[in-house]
């Protein structure tokens, strides 16, 4: 052990390093949480019910965050395959006693209702990293092939609920993480392509309001009162917010309920409407500082578990962003995805909540390399 | 202090090491080289990502604001409007004869109603409902622009209290009130009116009418076309905000509407409704006429029928059977009925004569009872078989001499005939504030030719002497033309218009006469005193004057030509005879009193038979009750 001096507690670093938290990362997120509150406020008419149950989570979140950035990586690590075993169980279970609208994503558990599969989207990243963990990078095609593996099984049984935005987020999460592993680029990219091939085959097995959302993706104006009313309804009200936004409290499009879902997947319409390009440009800077500042911190981890988890986990949320924006701005097509840290909802924000919480926890437990 | 799971981990790992001789130290190294240049690549990937969302958030924020922000306005804000009343129609008097006024329709809101077939049940349960009213709901139902759904128009609050009774069987059902255009006499003055009906695509491109954003109804005919635009007032508007359901959150802005403003109209609505009395089982026109201004006191076309009908929707069997009436109710024959004037024209063509100076008083002509022409088989007869004997101008006026007229047409000749007719305005327009007037027809060599293909012939120039023939007048061309004599050549353009009032100031806008469209021909006043004489000896001449038998009316003299014009009615040719349809029409026109005009009346009744005892008793009575209630309505007027 001698390469190892000691546990990365720098002195004189106050309560932040105390609780293992990264003061710049807690205080984006505090931000842009506070910007979820006040648009889920606004948005909903000034119902202060919504915002305190919102709330109860954010509370709930950073409790959960603070507890997990304590736990060692290590230990993180030891627990991985438990918590990845445990959820696909989580999941198998949906499949026969899931509870849900128009999918059965939803686990009644009597005093707790929530979404096995928000869970697979740290547990998906924290297996790969625990896989990868011990094994030498670049990986071999044999751990290649188990790693995608890792990642299929839970995409393939979240397609199935179904929820195909979800199962496509984690894939993707599960990717990000095979890449940060260091597999050749070369094999990244004829994968990816097979990826597409495999396309049409993907398509046969899509539901049917899967196949229209898709299809009202490429021509969103050919149904303006249907699926494509939304991305019409939800770039008119970004369009209407102009550069200072309507103003807080005034945004007719969300609040008169032409756009849908105002305050979970579409949020962040909701709140460029009100805030205009200048809050945007605020927030998605502050998602990209997120995303940058997550990224540094896997480059100065000093393991593999380390880096892969805290990287791809901080890709994964920039890619949520990418997700839920790209929707409302008609670059993708309208998958149920949240926007992190604002869109209302339990199960994500503290899931979310709990990512960050591994994050600082790989950063605050990092150890210095005697030179 | 190293808990147990890093133990175990670095155990593992070490072993690990072992298993592949892999040289940690280099290893690791090497794994945090990879690692940094992914994350590089990663950064980069991330903020190009960035940048491009910006740039899309750019264009449909910045660039794009203007275009959404109309659409999100358009997406909040509608604008309801609210229709204007209209103004009322009152006669010169004062007294009402159009208003609005407040029914109750039965009306049920489309969206409470879910189930059709059982609704229709339900409503048959507590109305009675006949298969046509049926079909009509169904009807409402299918058309999308309607709200609500009128089940039964126009009840009475007693009809509604029994209805209400059972409601509970259709408690979606409520009492709808609306305005509704009402007329007073709906028969009388049908032609003057016209009706109102719901705006049509033709009204919104026609250049007579405005047409406003929520004008539901607008005036389709008569006055009620012609001046819609002072009688609609101006829509006002709502604007509203609602949200994405159509639900009203808030009213941003309202202008109120202006109500139409009220018109009053030249016409006696008395004297109207007595006239309309005497001709309703006729069929034909009286129109009575202030010569000194071209007020109009009395329109009549008969029969009238019942505008009323349209203001609520009329059906379709009602409008139909309107339509195939067979006395034509829907005509308005004091504009639109084209007769030919029969001698009733002799007086215009004497003038002509007189003004040519191809005759002058102290012409005569012998009649024998018939004119020989040459050339001509036939004798043309004279309406009195054994002939008038030597007859001037001013006699063969007074005893309608045909072979007088015969003689003179055929000295003047159609070219003189036709062109000076014009003067008097037969053969256009007259101008009076009603569309689509017909204009008659003056015949002439060139229209014979181009009509029928055929030369004139100089036969057909006697006919028009005595106003038959081609020759087509309509009785408002009449009135103008009988004015034109009782004023000396003076007219004025007729009009029913006497002022509106405004609705806002209560100001009074008087007509305004417009430049006189109409000719004055310059008449010698010694021809024009012939002809006065001849006139007044018509009717007061006992024994001589055509219509020397009318009663007298103290001491007013009236001054009027009878006419009385064989009709050859296509029925007749067929041979599907009727003993009405070959009776002759009998025409009457008229000026009172002699000296100092005061009103012209003409008279038309079709199949009415002579001129004389048919048109000029009606006439007679019209001056009569004018002349007597007169003075009321000056009283009246102050």
Known sequence: MSEYIRDGVKPFSGLSSLLHIDTKLFIAIIIITIFGLTTIYSSSGGDLSLVIKQFTRVTIGIVTMIFIAQVHPDNLKLFSPILYVFTLVLLILVLFFGVGNTADRWLDLYFIKFQPSELMKIFVPLMVAYYYSNKPLPPKTKYLFVSIIIVLTPVLMIIKQPDLGTALLIGMSGAIAILLAGISLKFFIGSTVGGFLLAPVLWMNMHDYQKERVLTFFNPESDPMGSGYHLMQSKIALGSGGFFGKGLFNGTQSKLGFVPEHSTDFIFTAFGEEFGFLGVIL??????????????ISVKATDNFGRILSGTLSLTIFLYVLVNVGMVIGFLPVVGAPLPFMSYGGTSMVTLFATFGMIMSVKSHQRILRK | MKTKARKDSIRKRRKIEEKYSWDRMNDAEEERKSHSNRAIIATLVVIGIFFTYMVKLYEVQVSGYEYYSTK????????????????????????????????????????????????????????????????????????????????????????????????????????????????THPYATAHILGYIGKVSDSDIESEVVKTQEGMVEIGKLGIERFYQNILAGESGFEKLETDAFGEVIRTIETKESRRGDDIYLTIDLNLQKFIYKKMKNKEGSVIAMNPNNGEILAFVSAPGYDINLFTKSISQKDYNKLLQDKRKPMINRAINGQYPPASTLKPFIGLIALDEGIINSKKFVSCSGAYKLANHKRPFKCWKKEGHGPADLSYAITQSCDVFFYRVSELVGIDIISENLYKYGFGKKT???????????????????????????????????????????TPIQLTLATASIATAGQTYTPHLFLRSQDSKTGDFINYEAEDNKFITPNVDHDSLDIVHHAMWRVTNERGVGTASRLKKIGNIEIAGKTGTAQVYSQDAEKGQSSKKILQDHALFISYAP?????????????????????????????????????KTVVSNNE
């Open chain 2, 594 to 630: 002699f000296e100092n005009p005061e009103i012209v009346v003409t008279v038309i009744v079709e199949h009415g038979g002579g001129g004389s005892s048919t048109a000029a008793p009606i006439a007679r009575d019209t001056i009569e009750y004018y002349m007597e209630n007169k």
């Open chain 2, 431 to 473: 101008y009076i504030d009603l569309y689509n007037e017909s204009v008659g027809l003056i015949p002439d060599r060139a229209w014979k030719r181009k009509n029928l293909q055929q030369p004139w012939y100089p036969g057909e120039t006697l006919n028009i002497g005595i106003g038959q023939g081609y020759f087509l007048s």
């Open chain 1, 283 to 296: 927030l998605m800077t502050l998602y990209l500082f997120i995303a940058l500042r997550g990224l540094s």
């Open chain 2, 72 to 183: 999100s306005d358009s997406n909040r804000i509608k604008i309801r409007p609210v229709p204007a009343a209209r103004g009322k129609i009152f006669d010169r008097n004062g007294k009402v004869i159009a208003k609005n006024i407040s029914t109750f329709d039965l009306i049920v809101k489309k969206e409470l109603i879910k189930n059709k077939e059982e609704f229709l049940e339900k409503a048959s349960l507590i109305i009675k409902l006949d298969s046509n009213q049926k079909k009509n709901i169904i009807k409402q139902f299918k058309n999308r622009r309607l709200k609500d759904i009128t089940i039964l128009e126009d009840i009475t609050m007693d009809e509604y209290s029994k209805i209400s009774v059972d409601k509970h069987i259709l408690p979606e059902i409520e009492l709808g009130i609306k305005s509704r255009r009402a007329y």
